[in-house]
C-alpha cells in the first residue's frame, strides 16, 4: 500500500456526541431561537405591573404580584421549553435528511447513535440555557418585588402596632412566595419535563414522515401525559368502578404505552409556595432520566435499520 | 429484520419500559399527594366547565396561570354583580389551585360578604326572597371556606377567617343557632391556634368567640385567666369579658371593685364597661356588668340623668330589620 | 507479492425498493460486481435513475443491501469501522448553512476524531487545496454551487481517507467550477488516492478516469479500463503541427500506396466547445 497517512484515532462516542450535540446548539441558536427570551423578559417584567384588580386586605399586600410573576414566568417557561423542545427535535432530523447532510456525517465514521443523541443533547442544551436564562430574570424580579413588600408590609405592621410574632408569620409567609430553593427546582422539573417530550419527538421523527406530523402527534401525548394518571388509577381501582376486563386492559396500554406527566404538577404546588423536598426532585431527575435514555434508545432502534 | 418484526419489538418494549415505571410514578404521586404537593386530581366536572382551549392548558401544567386568568374573569363578574357566575368561577379556580389560600378566601367573601350585602340592598326582590338570598349567599361562603379548609388543614388564616365570619354581627344572624355557630368559631379559632403559626391575636379571637357561647362559661373563663396572664393581651373586651365571667361563675361577686382591679382606675372601668354595654348587636354576655356601672356611676358621682344605663342602647340593626319591608 | 486489498469490493449487489403504494418491489440495482484497486480513478456513467447513487449509498451503509455485499479496503460497509477510509460528497449537498467554510471543515473534522493543531492545519491545507481560502470565514449560505461542491470535495478529505466517493461532483455546475473539479480530482489521482465517481456527463469521465463502468437499469452492461473500451482498434490518429500542403499529399500518397490501409478523413482537429470557453473565459486568470 503506498498510503502514506498516518492513521487517526477515531474518538469516543462521547466526544463525537459533543460534537454534534455544540453543533445542533449553534445551529439552532443561528436560527434566532433565543429572540423568544426577549418576549420572555417583557412577559417577566410586564408581570410585575399587572396590577390586577383584587381584593385583598393590608396584610397581604402584594402577594398576589409575586404569586402572578411566579406563574406566568413558569408558565411562560413551561411553553417554551416544551414548544422548543418538540419543535426543534422534530425539525432538526428531517432537516438533515432533506438537505442530504445526514448522508455526509454517516459517511463519516460516526455510528447513529451518537448522531441521535447527539441531536437530543444539542436541543436539550439550548432548552437548559434558555431556562437558566429565563430563570435567571425571574429570580431577579422576584427577589426586588418580595424584597419591596416585604418593606411595605413589615411598615404597614409597625404602624398598626402588630406585635412582633405576627410580623415574623407575615415575614416567613411572605418570603416563601419570594425567591427560595423550591422554585429553582420547579424551573428544573420543567426542564426536565421538556426533556422528555424532546425524547419522545426524537423517537417520533424517526419513523414519521414529516415534522409537523411529529409536531402534531408529541403535542397530543404531551396533552394525554397530564392527565394519563387517572387512566393508571381507573385500571388500579377497576375493581370498585366495576369497569369491563376490556376497559380495564384499555386503561393498563394506555397507561403503559403513553407517559406521565402528572407528577410534574409538582410546579404548580411550588407556585403556590409549597416546599419541595430534594428527594422529589431527585426522583423527579431520575424518572425523567429514564424516560429519555429509553426513547433514545428506542430511536436507535428505528434509525439504525432506517435506509436514506 | 422485517419491518412487522421491528415493531413488534418496539412495542414490547414500550409496555415493559411502561411496566417498570409505573410503579415508581405512582409511588411518587402518593409521595407528593401525602405531601400536599399534588393537587387531587381533576375532577371531572372540572373538565366539562372550562372551555376546551383553557382545559387543554389546564392539562398542560399550566393550572395556576389558568387560575389566574379565571380570577379576572370573576372579578368581572363581580362588579357586573353576577354572584352565581363569580361562585362557578371560583369552584374552577379552587379546582385549579386548591393551595392558593387567597381564591379560598377571596371567593368565600365575594359570596357570604358582597353578594350577601347586596341582597340586603336590593330592593327589586320581596324582602323573603331577598332575606333567602341573603342567607344562602353566606351559607355557600362558609361551606366554600370550609371546604379550603378541609383542603388547607394547616392554614391558620383561613381557620381565622372562617371563625371572624361567624362571629361577625352581620353574619352570624344567619345561623338558626347562635350557640354552635360560636362554637363553631371558637373550634375554627382554636385550629388556627394549634396549627403553631396563628398570631396571639387569634387566641384571644378564639376567647371572644367562646365566651358568647351558651354553656361553655367555665372554659372561656378558664382561658380568659390563662390569656390576662400576659399583659400584651390585656384589651379593654378581654378584661370586660374577664369580668362578666368571674361574676358569671360567682353572681354574688363585688364587680365594682373587680372592675378597678382590672382597668387599674375607676375611671377607666367606667368607660370600658360603659362601652362593653352598649356593644349589643356582637352578643356579648353582659353578667354583673349593670351592676358594676352602677356602682361606679356612683364612686364617680355621676348624675343618674348623665348614667350610661338610663342612654338608650343602640336600635336592633339586624335581618329582622333589613327584610322588614 | 499478494494482491492488495481492493479499496472497492462490490459483489452481487441487488437492492430492491417497495414501490409507495404497490406491493410491488422495483429493483433498483441488480447483481452488480465492482472491484476497484488502489490508486484507480473509477467512473460509474449511466443515464439518471440507473442506479449509480444506490450502489454509492450501499457502499457507504446508507441502504442496506437486499443482497450481495459491499466492502472498502476489506471492510463490511455495514459497519461504522468501513467509514474510517472513505469520503463521501453527495450529489447537490446542501451543507449547513450557519456554518462557515472554515467551521464545516473543522465539524466534519472533530467528527472523524481530529482535534487541536492537526485539525487546524488539516482545514488550512484543505481549504488551499480546493481554493477557498477567500472564502474561509463566509457562510456557506452565501457560496456558490461550484464553491459548495468544492467545499463538500474538502469535507470528504478530511481525514485523509483512502478512498474518496463523489456523486455527479459537477452536477449544476459552470465550465470553470466544473475544470477546477476535475483538476482536483486529477490532484487526489496524483496523490494515489483511489475515487470512485459517477456521473452522466460521459466527456467528463473519459477525461479523469482510467477504469469505467455503464450500468443501465440497474445492471453493469460494460466495465473496464477506459482507453481499452474507447479505442478504435483498426484505426490510427496522427495529429501534426504546422504541415505543409506538400506534406499533406505526400502522407496521403503514401496511404494510397498502402495495400490494407485507407485514409478515412483529414482536416483540422477541432476545439471542444469546452476548450473553446475555457479559454476564452479565464485568459490572463489562470494561466
Same mark, same amino acid.
Given at each position: 500500500m503506498s498510503s502514506t497517512t498516518q492513521p487517526i484515532a477515531r474518538g469516543s462516542h462521547f466526544n463525537r456526541i459533543l460534537v454534534i450535540a455544540g453543533h445542533a446548539f449553534t445551529q439552532l441558536v443561528r436560527m434566532k431561537v433565543f429572540y423568544f427570551l426577549a418576549v420572555f423578559a417583557v412577559i417577566a417584567i410586564a408581570s410585575n405591573f399587572f396590577d390586577l384588580p383584587q381584593h385583598e386586605g393590608p396584610e397581604s399586600i402584594g402577594m398576589n404580584v409575586l404569586r402572578s410573576i411566579k406563574s406566568w414566568s413558569l408558565g411562560t417557561m413551561t411553553l417554551f421549553s416544551v414548544v422548543l423542545s418538540i419543535v426543534a427535535t422534530a425539525l432538526l432530523l428531517p432537516k438533515d435528511v432533506e438537505d442530504r447532510t445526514l448522508y455526509t456525517i454517516l459517511a463519516k465514521p460516526v455510528p447513529r447513535i451518537d448522531y441521535l443523541a447527539g441531536k437530543l443533547l444539542g436541543v436539550l442544551i439550548l432548552v437548559f440555557v434558555s431556562l437558566a436564562m429565563m430563570d435567571v430574570l425571574m429570580t431577579v424580579v422576584l427577589q426586588i418585588r418580595s424584597s419591596m413588600i416585604l418593606t411595605q408590609q413589615v411598615a404597614m405592621a409597625q404602624s398598626q402596632g402588630w406585635p412582633q410574632d405576627a410580623i415574623e408569620s407575615l415575614r416567613a409567609e411572605t418570603a416563601q412566595h419570594g425567591p427560595n430553593w423550591a422554585l429553582q427546582g420547579a424551573v428544573f422539573a420543567v426542564f426536565l419535563r421538556a426533556s422528555i417530550m424532546a425524547s419522545l419527538a426524537l423517537l417520533i421523527s424517526t419513523f414519521s414522515t414529516s415534522t409537523l406530523f411529529t409536531t402534531i402527534i408529541s403535542f397530543l401525548i404531551y396533552f394525554i401525559g397530564h392527565f394519563q394518571a387517572d387512566a393508571r388509577d381507573a385500571y388500579l381501582q377497576a375493581g370498585q368502578a366495576g369497569e369491563g376486563v376490556f376497559a380495564r386492559m384499555a386503561a393498563l396500554v394506555f397507561s403503559l404505552v403513553l407517559p406521565d406527566f402528572q407528577n410534574f404538577n409538582v410546579i404548580d404546588a411550588v407556585i403556590e409556595g409549597q416546599a419541595m423536598p430534594l428527594m422529589v426532585l431527585v426522583k423527579l431527575s431520575l424518572i425523567g432520566l429514564y424516560y429519555a435514555v429509553f426513547f433514545t434508545i428506542a430511536s436507535w432502534f428505528v434509525f439504525a435499520e432506517k435506509e436514506f | 429484520m422485517k419491518a412487522w418484526q421491528r415493531n413488534g419489538i418496539l412495542l414490547a418494549a414500550l409496555l415493559a419500559f411502561g411496566a417498570t415505571r409505573l410503579p415508581l410514578e405512582k409511588s411518587l404521586g402518593d409521595e407528593l399527594r401525602k405531601g400536599g404537593l399534588a393537587p387531587p386530581p381533576l375532577e371531572i366536572g372540572t373538565r366539562d366547565k372550562i372551555g376546551q382551549t383553557s382545559s387543554a392548558v389546564a392539562l398542560g401544567g399550566l393550572r395556576t396561570l389558568v387560575a389566574t386568568f379565571l380570577n379576572l374573569r370573576a372579578f368581572s363578574f363581580f362588579q357586573e354583580q353576577r354572584w352565581d357566575d363569580v361562585s362557578d368561577t371560583f369552584e374552577m379556580i379552587v379546582d385549579l389551585a386548591p393551595r392558593t389560600r387567597y381564591y379560598w378566601e377571596t371567593g368565600s367573601w365575594h359570596s357570604a360578604y358582597n353578594a350577601a350585602s347586596y341582597y340586603i340592598n336590593n330592593s327589586n326582590m320581596p324582602s323573603l326572597r331577598r332575606k333567602e338570598a341573603w342567607r344562602a349567599a353566606i351559607y355557600r361562603g362558609r361551606a366554600f371556606l370550609e371546604r379550603g379548609i378541609r383542603n388547607n388543614p394547616s392554614d391558620w388564616s383561613l381557620l381565622s377567617t372562617l371563625g371572624f365570619m361567624l362571629t361577625d354581627a352581620n353574619k352570624f344572624p344567619a345561623f338558626r343557632d347562635p350557640d354552635a355557630t360560636f362554637t363553631a368559631a371558637a373550634d375554627a379559632y382554636q385550629k388556627a391556634v394549634d396549627t403553631g403559626n396563628a398570631p396571639a391575636f387569634v387566641n384571644r379571637a378564639q376567647f371572644y368567640a367562646l365566651a358568647r357561647a351558651k354553656g361553655r362559661e367555665k372554659e372561656a373563663l378558664a382561658l380568659a385567666r390563662a390569656l390576662y396572664a400576659d399583659p400584651k393581651n390585656r384589651l379593654p373586651t378581654l378584661r370586660a369579658l374577664l369580668l362578666v365571667l368571674e361574676a358569671h361563675e360567682n353572681p354574688a361577686l363585688d364587680t365594682a371593685k373587680l372592675a378597678v382591679e382590672l382597668f387599674e382606675t375607676p375611671e377607666r372601668a367606667l368607660e370600658a364597661l360603659s362601652g362593653h354595654w352598649q356593644r349589643t348587636r356582637e352578643r356579648?354576655? !353582659? /353578667? %354583673? !356588668? &349593670?351592676? &358594676? #356601672? %352602677? $356602682? +361606679?356611676?356612683?364612686? #364617680? $358621682? !355621676?348624675?343618674?340623668?348623665?348614667?350610661? +344605663?338610663?342612654?338608650?342602647?343602640?336600635?336592633?340593626? %339586624?335581618? /329582622?330589620?333589613?327584610?322588614?319591608? | 507479492m499478494a494482491e492488495p486489498t481492493p479499496a472497492v469490493e462490490i459483489k452481487g449487489l441487488v437492492k430492491d425498493f417497495k414501490t409507495s403504494f404497490r406491493r410491488q418491489m422495483l429493483r433498483a440495482v441488480d447483481d452488480v460486481s465492482i472491484r476497484i484497486m488502489p490508486g484507480e480513478v473509477y467512473g460509474l456513467i449511466g443515464p439518471n435513475g440507473s442506479g449509480k447513487?444506490?450502489?454509492?449509498?450501499a457502499l457507504l451503509g446508507l441502504v442496506a443491501p437486499t443482497s450481495g455485499n459491499c466492502a472498502i479496503f476489506g471492510k463490511d460497509s455495514l459497519k461504522v469501522d468501513s467509514r474510517n477510509d472513505v469520503g463521501f460528497l453527495p450529489e447537490n449537498p446542501y451543507f449547513y448553512k450557519h456554518l462557515s467554510g472554515a467551521e464545516t471543515l473543522r465539524f466534519y473534522g472533530k467528527l472523524c476524531g481530529l482535534k487541536g493543531k492537526r485539525l487546524d492545519d488539516r482545514v488550512s491545507e484543505l481549504l488551499a487545496l480546493v481554493d477557498l481560502e477567500n472564502a474561509r470565514d463566509r457562510r456557506l449560505g452565501g457560496y456558490s454551487k461550484g464553491m459548495l461542491q468544492r467545499i463538500g470535495l474538502a469535507q470528504a478529505m478530511i481525514q485523509e481517507p483512502r478512498l474518496v466517493i463523489l456523486d455527479e461532483p459537477t452536477a449544476g455546475v459552470d465550465p470553470v467550477g466544473s475544470r477546477q473539479i476535475r483538476d482536483l480530482i486529477l490532484k487526489l489521482r496524483e496523490r494515489g488516492i483511489t475515487v470512485f465517481l459517477c456521473s452522466h456527463l460521459l466527456e467528463q469521465v473519459q477525461e479523469v478516469c482510467d477504469h469505467v463502468g455503464i450500468i443501465f437499469r440497474g445492471k453493469m452492461v460494460k466495465e473496464g479500463r477506459l482507453d481499452d473500451l474507447i479505442a478504435i482498434e483498426d484505426q490510427t490518429e496522427i495529429i501534426i503541427k504546422d504541415a505543409s500542403p506538400e506534406l499533406i499529399s505526400q502522407i496521403t500518397a503514401l496511404v494510397g500506396n498502402s495495400a490494407t490501409a485507407s485514409l478515412v478523413r483529414t482536416g483540422k482537429p477541432r476545439t471542444t466547445l469546452e476548450r473553446l470557453f475555457l479559454r476564452e473565459t479565464t485568459q490572463g486568470k489562470d494561466s
Open positions: - | 356579648f354576655p !353582659v /353578667d %354583673g !356588668v &349593670a351592676g &358594676a #356601672l %352602677g $356602682a +361606679l356611676e356612683k364612686m #364617680l $358621682a !355621676v348624675p343618674p340623668e348623665k348614667s350610661i +344605663l338610663n342612654k338608650p342602647l343602640q336600635l336592633p340593626n %339586624g335581618p /329582622d330589620q333589613w327584610f322588614s319591608k | 447513487s444506490t450502489t454509492m449509498k
